[in-house]
């Protein structure tokens, strides 16, 4: 049996040979302190985070798109593939895509989590590649096509031509940063402390990177945030307006403009020119972030669009090598 796995800092999503994505849930793991099995893995280990008792802590097995903890993740990939396969099943191979940057260790890591879950098989494809073909962007071609996917840990920024990554950033700086600059920006103005859950429900209700045409409705927006005061420690409440938010987003936001231009600096010339014709692809849960487009196309000069599917774009690119993994095996083997 073929699986595709898109091991993501926030989500993990399984792609199974013939049927498609299969599951898609929290990259979260649920432990008791003392145990040797999770007490809950994915959406329900999710529920818990900011809510456990001492005893039990929830833990994000992956940070910056790498492994963090090693046993959690071999415990999650392997709770993930037994539920979206059912019963008794040969082992496996597998392709996992991972940020462009990881180093060979960490690369190792995430091979070996692997094997420990039941793959015979591992083959590890660069994310940026993966989104860019899930995308539907002519990677095999003789042209220059520019991808930037934004996960949960890592922004990952390619120029891709003849089936191969030209140039590439990967930015350790993704929707957790994003959510991380919210939280500092309510401790350091409002003085209220809040969880990431919170900061994460704020920057999907009224967050954006630029005033959207069209959206005053939305520019008038507030969130109610509840927290605890950062001095006396008693419960608060604080209206937070798009602005507020828009400012506290900003500096993630310029993180990955900037890997953009460095890429665009180092691309050459003629497919520099594939890309100004052609345009730039947001791929990833950030690229629903309103404005971000509008916001990198002022910044570049170039026109930016969102991916038809941004959120799935890197599993169904995984998919699709799943799809042809024989051939998938002689690119490896020849390279």
């Avoid at 990955?256 to 730039?280: K, N, Q």
């Avoid at 196309?297 to 669009?305: R, W």
């Amino acid at each position: 049996m073929d699986i595709g796995i898109d091991l993501g800092t926030a989500n993990t999503l399984l792609y199974v040979r013939g049927q498609g994505i299969v599951l898609n849930e929290p990259s979260v793991v649920a432990v008791k302190a003392g145990a040797r099995h999770a007490l809950a893995v994915g959406t329900e280990a999710k529920e818990t985070i900011g809510r456990t008792p001492g005893s039990i802590t929830a833990i994000r097995p992956l940070k910056d798109g790498v492994i963090s903890d090693f046993e959690a993740a071999e415990e999650m990939i392997r709770h993930f593939v037994r539920k979206a396969v059912p019963g008794r099943r040969p082992r496996t191979r597998m392709v996992i895509c991972v940020p462009s940057g990881v180093t060979q260790v960490e690369r190792r890591a995430i091979v070996h989590a692997s094997q420990r879950a039941g793959a015979r098989a591992v083959h590890l494809v660069e994310e940026p590649m993966a989104a860019a073909i899930g995308a539907g962007l002519p990677v095999a071609e003789p042209r220059g096509s520019m991808i930037v996917d934004i996960g949960g840990g890592t922004s990952e920024v390619a120029v891709i031509s003849l089936g191969g990554i030209v140039t590439a950033q990967s930015l350790r700086v993704g929707g957790d940063r994003l959510d991380t600059a919210i939280t500092d920006y309510v401790r350091r103005e409002h003085s209220l402390l809040i969880g990431e859950r919170t900061a994460e429900d704020v920057k999907v209700a009224i967050g954006s990177a630029w005033p959207v045409p069209g959206e005053d409705a939305f520019e008038m927006r507030t969130f109610t945030v509840r927290g605890r005061e950062k001095v006396g420690g008693l419960p608060k409440t604080v209206d937070l307006t798009v602005r507020e938010v828009r400012a506290a987003l900003d500096e993630p936001v310029e993180a990955i403009i900037a890997a953009v231009r460095t890429t665009l600096e180092e691309c050459p010339p003629e497919l520099s020119g594939d890309v100004m014709e052609h345009g730039i692809v947001l791929t990833g849960g950030g690229a629903l972030l309103p404005g971000l487009d509008l916001r990198l196309a002022s910044a570049t000069g170039i026109p930016v669009f969102v991916a038809d599917d941004p959120l799935d774009s890197v599993a169904l690119g995984c998919g699709k090598c799943v799809e042809d993994f024989d051939g998938l095996e002689r690119v490896m083997s020849a390279a």
